[in-house]
């Protein structure tokens, strides 16, 4: 075939995006305004149903919908925000699975915790063949100090939060709430705790974004029977990416939201309560933004606590509103690629991941491979001669105890065998909606010509 040239995942923005954000610019409101509002009510509507075209301006659907996410600046933030809404403190321990992104891990560093690490399955789930987390490992990782656990949805594909559920309800016996120091902020964590009295279940969705999986038990409690929930329904705590990579993006972004059972809502906790400490930690601990201030006489303010600045902007939220408008058919491409990937692969003989099955959807984010027997060298040269051909890979990811920062943490990658063999001969294809079918054409053929020339 011809040669192309394939970059790796570049942002899909089309006139629709520019024109909204062109808009936002001329509106002379660019920081966190009505966009914003807006862009968090829409995404409330859409995890809660999988409906991206309700109309967030009603009255109806504000009420339903609004204070339930909340847009910032990054997934990192929101994944450490997450932990700071829950109280996690120095003292605690976070589960992390070995396999992730160091934000997985950081996020509870920042915090003050001791992050415990935790293999993945030999080969990854027997039926997708994501690399998640070992389940029994997991249990037996749970003490008292434990407080969260990070469960990573990675390339899109659902973790089996039934299972993870039913770990922290056998340990809650093990589990003892943080105490209120009177702070605010402290006094929303406590609450939250003792309304659960368990383990507390987070979701890393950076890749996650539409997808969804039938479960029974959720963060709201354990349903009459299996239903369909979309990620940002399931988990106690969820966090979103919008980075530029991300299926959805707003340039850099992410969110934050949450699904909590009815015990903590008994104990006086309400979704305004949990959305304003949001708004408090990304801001500065100020307690009016920019738009509230903007009320006749409404200067004054307070200062609630020395936190953070990482709210989401205007235009950010401008690009996220019209990519939401065209996020159906975006995860709809994707799958299309994803098909002409797996047979190729089928017929190569190379493991991938299974993203679509009678109990899942994914968002269809990521497609890893591994080539079965290679080591890390033959792995990267397979990923160099793809180069030399310009397709772009990567890999998705090196475990974080191979990484410097989590090495002595850790004790060191050989304490979690089932992440390094998955890594050693992982290679993640190019998987974006600028693909045309020839670039998935091209990519294949060059997969299959390097494939038969290495092997």
């Keep these: 075939m011809e040669k192309r040239q394939i970059s ?11 024109a909204e954000v062109a808009e936002a610019l001329r509106s002379g409101w660019i920081t966190t305004g009505p966009r914003t509002k807006m862009l968090e009510c829409r995404l409330a509507a859409y995890i809660e149903t999988g409906d991206n075209s309700i109309d ?5 659907a504000i009420a339903q919908y609004s204070q339930k996410v909340v847009c910032l600046n990054s997934a990192t933030a929101a994944e450490e ?11 605690d321990e976070v589960i992390v699975p070995a396999y992730t992104y160091t934000a997985s891990a950081s996020a509870a560093i920042h915090c003050g915790a001791t992050v415990k690490f935790v293999d993945i399955q030999k080969d990854g789930d027997s039926i997708t063949h994501a690399p998640e987390m070992d389940y029994e490992k997991l249990e037996q990782a749970i003490t008292e100090k434990t407080k969260a656990i990070i469960i990573v949805d990675l390339g899109g594909l659902v973790a089996d939060y039934d299972k993870v559920f039913e770990i922290v309800e056998r340990k809650k016996f093990l589990f003892t709430p943080m105490e209120s120091d009177g702070s605010p902020l402290s006094d929303l964590g406590s609450k939250i705790q003792r309304g659960l009295g368990r383990v507390v279940v987070v979701c890393d969705a950076a890749h996650a974004l539409g997808a969804s999986r039938k479960v029974i038990n959720i963060g709201a409690g354990k349903l009459a029977f299996p239903e369909k929930k979309y990620v940002g329904a399931i988990a106690d705590f969820t966090s979103f990416s919008f980075h530029a990579v991300k299926n959805f993006t707003t340039a850099e972004g992410g969110a934050s939201t949450w699904c ?19 708004q408090l930690l990304s801001l500065h601990g100020q307690s009016k933004d920019a738009l509230a201030k903007t009320k006749i006489g409404a200067w ?10 990482c709210n989401m902007t205007d235009i950010m939220a401008a690009i996220g509103l019209r990519q939401l408008d065209r996020y159906p058919e975006l995860l709809a491409r994707r799958e299309q690629i994803i098909a002409v990937y797996d047979k190729a692969c089928d017929e190569l003989g ?7 099955t009678d109990y899942m959807d994914s968002s269809n984010h990521l497609y890893l491979i591994r080539v079965p027997g290679a080591t890390e060298e033959t792995r990267n040269e397979i990923i160099t001669k793809m180069a030399e051909n310009d397709v772009a890979t990567n890999v998705h990811y090196k475990p974080l105890p191979m990484m410097t920062a989590y090495k002595e943490m850790s004790g060191g990658i050989e304490l979690y065998p089932n992440a390094y063999d998955y890594y050693r001969n992982l290679i993640t294809l190019p998987l974006h909606t600028l693909l045309s079918d020839e670039d998935v054409a091209y990519v294949v053929e060059t997969l299959r010509s390097v494939i038969t020339e290495v092997r």
Excluded: M
């Design 260 to 278: 909590l059972n009815q015990s903590v809502y008994d104990s006086g906790v309400t979704d305004a309560e949990i959305y304003k400490i949001y």
């Design 56 to 60: 967030c301006s009603t009255r109806e």
């Design 300 to 309: 004054e303010y307070d200062i609630i606590g020395p936190w953070y600045k």
């Design 8 to 18: 790796f995942s570049p942002p899909d923005i089309n006139e629709f995006e520019i």
């Design 350 to 356: 190379i493991s991938h991941l299974v993203h679509h």
């Design 81 to 91: 925000l997450n932990l700071r809404v829950l109280g996690i403190q120095p003292g």
